[in-house]
């Protein structure tokens, strides 16, 4: 070796005797040449990265190399699994160099050597082998797995390995995007290193656990005082933390739980999930002393973690107690659970003035805690399957969070078949959470193109110029908006027609091969469900679903074959729901059908005047009473048209101008139990030739519960109407919500829409 390579290797700082060793061949034309080695007793992970190997090495090369377990590690010519701590015989040359790596390694985190013939995969803890095995594969044999069953391995006769001693490990403990496509396919959730919060949590503690911990059905009819004082009334929706009997009660019931689950460490103690809090004068005080109404939640949830020391307690900072407290710091072993759901998801966190009071809590957290647990939400709720160019801000967000003392992580993604590039999202968060470091270009071409082929560089395009549109105007991107607040920037006709030839000449760069024609079809329905839930909107006019000709109003022929290709795709695919609340395809399938059967030809009540007392919620289609005859029947996204009452009866009159003989009058209402929308208790029609006297025509009743009802009901009234110019429904809503639901006790919604009279 000159002079000058032992001065070059020396400043790389890279040992020479890397350079001196040959590299090993794993498997030559076709046969093993290494055998796989664990310990006698290895863990589940070191024995599930020790079968993986060896199915991905059959995949490969097409042969099978063996799995040998053993306490005497001489074995040559091995790859050894094992943890840190296995005694495994190193040449001396490379002892000091290993060593130093070595002492780097913690949970999660693996370390990759090669040792004359041998090669080692040491783990840190949990599943730090798997993931060593994972990087061996991707890094140096090209494999990939980009979505549960869509997986890519190279073809290989024979397999050599460069010379290694290669040190990772994750910057975030916990790596949690949520949905189905984590959380019900082990092996992909492992290939992208990701965590499931039913791995990390003791079952039944993940999250809102105070109704679990003193539930309210069982004391809040002779211990109110448990509860939280709102006003001058006690309510079932939070509890009062300040009061004794509480405290003893959660000590108890976590002990009993605690039992039945010795190895979980983490358990959390948090509010529900709703905008409540106890403002007695004990809780009031301490919320005035710490300036936030976390300031209780902290104080209780500090001495609950006193009495287990041993154990992880977590807890929210979420809506109301987002803001971190004056005075008291959160206990060691209390982890913060911080949360970003009132966000704007256009632009980076922190670039963002509408986020600056974040900004604030996330440092002020940071100043106090050394647990914060980051919620964060990458989804639209409302409308999984709509566009939601927020991809640009990912890495920025998740560098922000690392660099404010973020080291654990659920990204709320919601990642599902159909989702809104759920595939993508999932690849790149997973890896953004491991290393925020990442080059995000380059992995995001890795995966277009090796997850929809020729078609990649296409939809890339589509993304390129989606986020571009946004970043234009930088609006406010809501995790619940509708499509229709964007129908002029991003989603406007223009951009849409563009997406569209994006996407035809992708489906003809992959005509030839079914599977990718798929999962490019399945990537453009976000854009086919803008295009619908805009038009119906505009249902009449450029955008919509008819063309007007003559006061005749005739479907067109794209929008109607468009929902057809909506469910066949989805159908296909097997896509699960469209929403938060769990619409399917089919039944969004159904209500649009329903929704463009316009009422018009025939129905007497269309464009006639209503009149309501009170008036509807001004949130929910301005309040335009014109939305009950306008024809159009309300779908099931209740923020189209729809009007909605909150906890109260209502009256609806309509004057149809002209007093004659009518045949049936029809109003329905909406259900959605997760957006606290209730059928109505009962609808009573009226009738009058005067709009002075009325007669009853009858009364519908919903009994029961609701617990679970349709989407849509109809009270139809057709029996002996008889002659008259105003109709009057006179609507009783339920006012509360039922027992059952998450928030009982809480107003309920009643949502009317589409008065049709024949």
Same mark, same amino acid.
């Given at each position: 070796?000159?002079?000058?390579?032992?001065?070059?290797?020396?400043?790389?700082?890279?040992?020479?005797?890397?350079?001196?060793?040959?590299?090993?061949?794993?498997?030559?034309?076709?046969?093993?040449?290494?055998?796989?080695?664990?310990?006698?007793?290895?863990?589940?992970?070191?024995?599930?990265?020790?079968?993986?190997?060896?199915?991905?090495?059959?995949?490969?090369?097409?042969?099978?190399?063996?799995?040998?377990?053993?306490?005497?590690?001489?074995?040559?010519?091995?790859?050894?699994?094992?943890?840190?701590?296995?005694?495994?015989?190193?040449?001396?040359?490379?002892?000091?160099?290993?060593?130093?790596?070595?002492?780097?390694?913690?949970?999660?985190?693996?370390?990759?050597?090669?040792?004359?013939?041998?090669?080692?995969?040491?783990?840190?803890?949990?599943?730090?082998?798997?993931?060593?095995?994972?990087?061996?594969?991707?890094?140096?044999?090209?494999?990939?797995?980009?979505?549960?069953?869509?997986? %890519?391995?190279?073809? /290989?006769?024979? +397999?050599?390995?460069?010379? *290694?001693?290669?040190? @990772?490990?994750?910057?975030? &403990? $916990?790596?949690?995007?949520?949905?189905?496509?984590?959380?019900?396919?082990?092996?992909?959730?492992?290939?992208?290193?990701?965590?499931?919060?039913?791995?990390?949590?003791?079952?039944?503690?993940?999250?809102?656990?105070?109704?679990?911990?003193?539930?309210?059905?069982?004391?809040?009819?002779?211990?109110?005082?448990?509860?939280? %004082?709102?006003?001058? /009334?006690?309510? +079932?929706?939070?509890?009062? *933390?300040?009061?004794? @009997?509480?405290?003893?009660? &959660? $000590?108890?019931?976590?002990?009993?739980?605690?039992?039945?689950?010795?190895?979980?460490?983490?358990?959390?103690?948090?509010?529900?999930?709703?905008?409540?809090?106890?403002?007695?004068?004990?809780?009031?005080?301490?919320?005035?002393?710490?300036?936030?109404?976390?300031?209780?939640?902290?104080?209780?949830?500090?001495?609950?973690?006193?009495?287990?020391?041993?154990?992880? +307690?977590?807890?929210?900072?979420?809506?109301?107690?987002?803001?971190?407290?004056?005075? $008291?710091?959160?206990?060691?072993?209390?982890?913060?659970?911080?949360?970003?759901?009132?966000?704007?998801?256009?632009?980076?966190?922190?670039?963002?003035?509408?986020?600056?009071?974040?900004?604030?809590?996330?440092?002020?957290?940071?100043?106090?805690?050394?647990?914060?647990?980051?919620?964060?939400?990458?989804?639209?709720?409302?409308?999984?399957?709509?566009?939601?160019?927020?991809?640009?801000?990912?890495?920025?967000?998740?560098?922000?969070?690392?660099?404010?003392?973020?080291?654990?992580?659920?990204?709320?993604?919601?990642?599902?078949?159909?989702?809104?590039?759920?595939?993508?999202?999932?690849?790149?968060?997973?890896?953004?959470?491991?290393?925020?470091?990442?080059?995000?270009?380059?992995?995001?071409?890795?995966?277009?193109?090796?997850?929809?082929?020729?078609?990649?560089?296409?939809?890339?395009?589509?993304?390129?110029?989606?986020?571009?549109?946004?970043?234009?105007?930088?609006?406010?991107?809501?995790?619940?908006?509708?499509?229709?607040?964007?129908?002029?920037?991003?989603?406007?006709?223009?951009?849409?027609?563009?997406?569209?030839?994006?996407?035809?000449?992708?489906?003809?760069?992959?005509?030839?091969?079914?599977?990718?024609?798929?999962?490019?079809?399945?990537?453009?329905?976000?854009?086919?469900?803008?295009?619908?839930?805009?038009?119906?909107?505009?249902?009449?006019?450029?955008?919509?679903?008819?063309?007007?000709?003559?006061?005749?109003?005739?479907?067109?022929?794209?929008?109607?074959?468009?929902?057809?290709?909506?469910?066949?795709?989805?159908?296909?695919?097997?896509?699960?729901?469209?929403?938060?609340?769990?619409?399917?395809?089919?039944?969004?399938?159904?209500?649009?059908?329903?929704?463009?059967?316009?009422?018009?030809?025939?129905?007497?009540?269309?464009?006639?005047?209503?009149?309501?007392?009170?008036?509807?919620?001004?949130?929910?289609?301005?309040?335009?009473?014109?939305?009950?005859?306008?024809?159009?029947?309300?779908?099931?996204?209740?923020?189209?048209?729809?009007?909605?009452?909150?906890?109260?009866?209502?009256?609806?009159?309509?004057?149809?101008?002209?007093?004659?003989?009518?045949?049936?009058?029809?109003?329905?209402?909406?259900?959605?139990?997760?957006?606290?929308?209730?059928?109505?208790?009962?609808?009573?029609?009226?009738?009058?030739?005067?709009?002075?006297?009325?007669?009853?025509?009858?009364?519908?009743?919903?009994?029961?519960?609701?617990?679970?009802?349709?989407?849509?009901?109809?009270?139809?009234?057709?029996?002996?109407?008889?002659?008259?110019?105003?109709?009057?429904?006179?609507?009783?809503?339920?006012?509360?919500?039922?027992?059952?639901?998450?928030?009982?006790?809480?107003?309920?919604?009643?949502?009317?829409?589409?008065?049709?009279?024949?």
């Amino acid at each position: 070796m000159s002079i000058q390579l032992f001065l070059f290797l020396s400043i790389l700082n890279l040992p020479l005797q890397l350079f001196a060793q040959k590299q090993p061949t794993i498997v030559k034309n076709g046969v093993p040449q290494f055998s796989i080695v664990l310990s006698v007793k290895p863990t589940d992970a070191e024995a599930y990265a020790a079968v993986l190997l060896q199915s991905t090495f059959k995949k490969i090369a097409g042969c099978e190399m063996k799995i040998l377990k053993t306490d005497k590690p001489n074995v040559q010519r091995a790859i050894y699994i094992n943890s840190s701590s296995f005694p495994i015989n190193l040449n001396k040359h490379f002892t000091a160099e290993f060593e130093t790596k070595k002492l780097q390694l913690k949970e999660d985190a693996f370390l990759i050597s090669s040792q004359e013939d041998n090669i080692l995969i040491l783990s840190g803890g949990k599943k730090g082998a798997i993931y060593g095995v994972v990087h061996l594969l991707e890094k140096y044999l090209g494999c990939r797995m980009y979505a549960p069953n869509v997986e %890519l391995i190279p073809k /290989k006769t024979t +397999i050599t390995l460069p010379v *290694l001693c290669e040190l @990772d490990k994750p910057v975030n &403990t $916990i790596r949690i995007v949520n949905g189905d496509l984590t959380q019900k396919h082990e092996d992909y959730r492992n290939w992208n290193r990701l965590n499931d919060h039913n791995e990390e949590f003791a079952k039944g503690y993940y999250v809102h656990t105070f109704n679990r911990l003193v539930p309210w059905e069982t004391y809040f009819e002779k211990h109110p005082e448990y509860f939280a %004082l709102m006003g001058n /009334k006690r309510i +079932i929706d939070q509890l009062c *933390l300040t009061n004794p @009997d509480v405290f003893e009660l &959660t $000590i108890n019931k976590l002990k009993e739980e605690m039992a039945i689950q010795p190895d979980r460490k983490l358990w959390s103690v948090s509010q529900g999930d709703n905008f409540s809090y106890c403002q007695c004068n004990q809780c009031a005080k301490i919320i005035a002393e710490e300036g936030s109404a976390a300031g209780p939640i902290v104080h209780f949830v500090n001495r609950v973690a006193a009495q287990f020391p041993e154990k992880m +307690i977590s807890t929210l900072a979420y809506q109301y107690s987002r803001k971190a407290p004056k005075k $008291i710091k959160p206990a060691d072993n209390v982890q913060i659970m911080l949360c970003t759901i009132e966000l704007n998801r256009s632009r980076a966190i922190e670039n963002d003035s509408l986020s600056v009071s974040f900004l604030k809590d996330i440092t002020d957290w940071g100043k106090i805690s050394k647990n914060i647990y980051l919620w964060d939400y990458t989804v639209n709720f409302s409308h999984h399957i709509s566009p939601f160019p927020n991809l640009h801000t990912l890495q920025k967000n998740i560098q922000f969070f690392t660099k404010n003392k973020v080291n654990a992580h659920f990204q709320q993604t919601n990642a599902s078949l159909g989702h809104e590039f759920s595939e993508l999202k999932t690849y790149l968060i997973a890896r953004l959470l491991w290393n925020p470091s990442i080059n995000v270009d380059s992995v995001m071409t890795d995966f277009l193109n090796g997850y929809y082929g020729p078609a990649g560089v296409y939809i890339q395009q589509y993304i390129t110029q989606l986020t571009n549109e946004i970043q234009k105007t930088g609006e406010w991107l809501d995790i619940y908006g509708h499509p229709v607040a964007h129908a002029k920037t991003f989603l406007s006709n223009e951009n849409i027609i563009q997406y569209n030839q994006y996407f035809d000449t992708a489906e003809k760069s992959v005509k030839k091969d079914t599977q990718l024609l798929q999962r490019v079809k399945l990537c453009r329905l976000p854009i086919q469900y803008a295009m619908m839930e805009i038009g119906k909107s505009d249902m009449f006019g450029s955008r919509g679903f008819y063309n007007e000709n003559k006061e005749k109003f005739i479907l067109k022929p794209v929008m109607q074959q468009m929902i057809e290709d909506f469910y066949t795709v989805s159908k296909h695919s097997e896509v699960k729901n469209v929403n938060e609340a769990g619409l399917s395809p089919l039944e969004y399938y159904q209500a649009t059908k329903r929704f463009i059967d316009v009422q018009v030809e025939g129905n007497y009540a269309f464009r006639k005047r209503a009149n309501a007392t009170p008036m509807p919620s001004i949130k929910y289609s301005q309040a335009d009473l014109s939305v009950l005859t306008n024809g159009v029947q309300g779908a099931n996204d209740f923020k189209a048209h729809w009007l909605g009452w909150e906890a109260q009866d209502f009256e609806l009159v309509l004057d149809l101008q002209t007093a004659k003989p009518y045949q049936s009058i029809q109003v329905s209402s909406l259900y959605d139990p997760k957006s606290w929308i209730m059928h109505p208790k009962s609808v009573t029609c009226l009738v009058s030739e005067d709009g002075i006297s009325y007669r009853l025509i009858e009364t519908q009743t919903i009994d029961g519960e609701q617990r679970k009802e349709n989407l849509t009901h109809h009270f139809l009234f057709d029996k002996s109407l008889g002659s008259f110019r105003y109709v009057k429904l006179d609507i009783k809503g339920t006012q509360k919500l039922f027992n059952w639901h998450p928030s009982a006790g809480g107003g309920s919604w009643v949502f009317i829409d589409e008065i049709v009279v024949r």
